[in-house]
C-alpha cells in the first residue's frame, strides 16, 4: 500500500475554468484571482484577501507592510525557532531580524511565556505559527502586542479551517499569511494569500506585489476588461509606472486562482475528512504512548489539519531514523518534524546562537516526523501505518 505525504484535489469545475482562461488568453492576474480572494475572505471572515505566489511571499508581504508604519530595516520580528523555514527566511527577505523563541513541545508552537524576554527596542512584530494546524496560544499573545505595542501577524501557512476560542486563524493579527501549496487543506497549486480587515494594508499589499505601483486596484481592469484606465495618466506622470516603495513581483495569475476555487467549491468536505483523519490518528496513536507521542486537541480550538505530527519519546527504544526507515520501506512516506532553524540549519549559522539555546526545537528536531492526514486518505491507510507502527515497536520491545 502506498501512504502519500500530500495531495491535490482539482476539480472538474478548475479544470473547466483553466481551460477558459488558455483560450481567452488572459491568464494574468485577473477576474479568477479577485473571485478567489473575495471567497477567500469571506470563508475566513475578513474584510480583504490579496493573493501572491507563495505563502512564503505572503509572509513576506505581510512584513513589509510595516515599512508604511515607520519600520526600519533590521528592526526584529519575534518568531518561533521551529517552524518550516521559510517563516524565518521572510523575514530575512523581507529586510528585518528574526529573533527566535523555543516552541513547546507538546503545542509545537511559539512558547508565550518566553516572548516577554525577547522584546527589545527594535522588536516591531510577533509571528506566531499555528504549526500542522495546531493554534498558537493567541490570547497571550495579542496581550504582549497590545502591551508593547507591536504587531502581530499570523503564519497561518498549514492553519486553514483552524480555530481558537471561536476565531479563526488569519482574523486574530493584524495579518494573516496563508500558503496555498499543494499538501494545503485549501490550494491553488503554488501561492499564498494574505487576510486583513485594514483596506490601507490590503492597498499596500497590492501595491507590494507589484512592484511597489502607485496603482493598488484589485486587480487591475485593464486586465479584466482590456480597456483603457482613466485614472492612467495624472500630471503627465503614467501612475501604473510611478513606484512608491519598494515592491516584489509576486501576483497569482488565472490558472492557479481557478484550481484554488475548485478547492474552495469543496473546502468543507476536504476539511471534514482530514478532521475525521487526524482525529483517529490522535486516538489510536495513543497505544503506543508513551513512546511516540502527538499533540492533544483542546476543546477551545478546532486543529486545521495539516499532518500528523509524531514524536519519540526520551526513552524510545530506536532513533527517528530507523522508525522514518520503517514506515518508507513500507510506503509510507515521512517527513521531519522540521529543526530548530537558529541552532539546526547551516543557513542560519550567521546569527551567531549555540546548540542549547532552543532545546525543546532541538529535541523535536532529533526526534520529530510527520505523516499525511489528507483527503485521499481511508481507514485503510491509518489502520495500514497504526498496523506497521505496531511490528516495528514490536521488534523493538
Ligand atoms: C509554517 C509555514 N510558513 C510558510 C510556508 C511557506 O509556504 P510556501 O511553501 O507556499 O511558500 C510554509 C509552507 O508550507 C509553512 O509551513
Redo the contacts with the bound molecule.
Keep these: 500500500m502506498r501512504y502519500p505525504f500530500g495531495t491535490i484535489t482539482i476539480t472538474d469545475k478548475a479544470k473547466e475554468l483553466v481551460n477558459k482562461a488558455l483560450e481567452s488568453k488572459r491568464v494574468s492576474q485577473g477576474k479568477y484571482v479577485k473571485e478567489f480572494e473575495e471567497r477567500f475572505a469571506d470563508l475566513i471572515g475578513v474584510k480583504e484577501a490579496v493573493a501572491v505566489t507563495?505563502?512564503?511571499?505572503?509572509?513576506t508581504l505581510a512584513l513589509s507592510v510595516l515599512y508604511d508604519y515607520g519600520a526600519k530595516r533590521g528592526d526584529n520580528v519575534i518568531i518561533p525557532s521551529l517552524?518550516?523555514v521559510?517563516?524565518a527566511n521572510?523575514v530575512i527577505n523581507a529586510g528585518f531580524v528574526p529573533n527566535f523563541v523555543d516552541v513547546e513541545r507538546d503545542t509545537l508552537n511559539i512558547n508565550p511565556e518566553r516572548i516577554k524576554e525577547k522584546i527589545n527596542e527594535d522588536t516591531i512584530a510577533i509571528m506566531p505559527?499555528h504549526?500542522m494546524g495546531k493554534p498558537a496560544d493567541m490570547n497571550k499573545i495579542s496581550q504582549l502586542a497590545k502591551q508593547y505595542d507591536l504587531k502581530v501577524i499570523e503564519?497561518a501557512?498549514?492553519a486553514h479551517g483552524t480555530k481558537y476560542h471561536g476565531r479563526d486563524a488569519g482574523t486574530m493579527g493584524d495579518m494573516g499569511?496563508f500558503?496555498?501549496?499543494l499538501?494545503?487543506i485549501i490550494s491553488s497549486v503554488?501561492?499564498?494569500i494574505i487576510t486583513t480587515d485594514n483596506k490601507d494594508y490590503a492597498k499596500i499589499l497590492r501595491s507590494l506585489r507589484s512592484h511597489g505601483r502607485w496603482c493598488s486596484c484589485s486587480p487591475c481592469r485593464m486586465n479584466i476588461t482590456g480597456d483603457y484606465c482613466q485614472r492612467r495618466f495624472q500630471d503627465g506622470k503614467d501612475m501604473r509606472f510611478t513606484f512608491q516603495r519598494i515592491g516584489y513581483s509576486t501576483k497569482m495569475n488565472e490558472l492557479e486562482a481557478a484550481v484554488g476555487l475548485g478547492t474552495l467549491d469543496i473546502y468543507h468536505d476536504i476539511l471534514e475528512k482530514r478532521i475525521g483523519n487526524l482525529d483517529y490518528l490522535i486516538e489510536n496513536l495513543q497505544e503506543f504512548g508513551p513512546i511516540l507521542q502527538t499533540f492533544k486537541k483542546e476543546d477551545y480550538e478546532v486543529i486545521g489539519p495539516h499532518a500528523f505530527p509524531i514524536i519519540l519519546s526520551e526513552d524510545a527504544p530506536f532513533t527517528r531514523e530507523q522508525y522514518a526507515q520503517h514506515l518508507e520501506q513500507n510506503g509510507i512516506e515521512t517527513r521531519v518534524l522540521f529543526d530548530s532553524i537558529p541552532t539546526g540549519y547551516d543557513s542560519f549559522k550567521f546569527m551567531g546562537h549555540t546548540r542549547g539555546d532552543f532545546p525543546e526545537s532541538e529535541y523535536i528536531g532529533e526526534k520529530g516526523l510527520h505523516i499525511g492526514v489528507h483527503q485521499d486518505l481511508e481507514n485503510d491507510h491509518l489502520d495500514y501505518f497504526l498496523e506497521k507502527t505496531r511490528d516495528f515497536v514490536g521488534l523493538h520491545s
Design positions: 507563495s505563502g512564503t511571499d505572503a509572509d517552524t518550516f521559510a517563516t521572510s505559527v504549526l503564519d501557512a498549514e499569511a500558503s496555498l501549496y499538501a494545503h503554488e501561492g499564498g
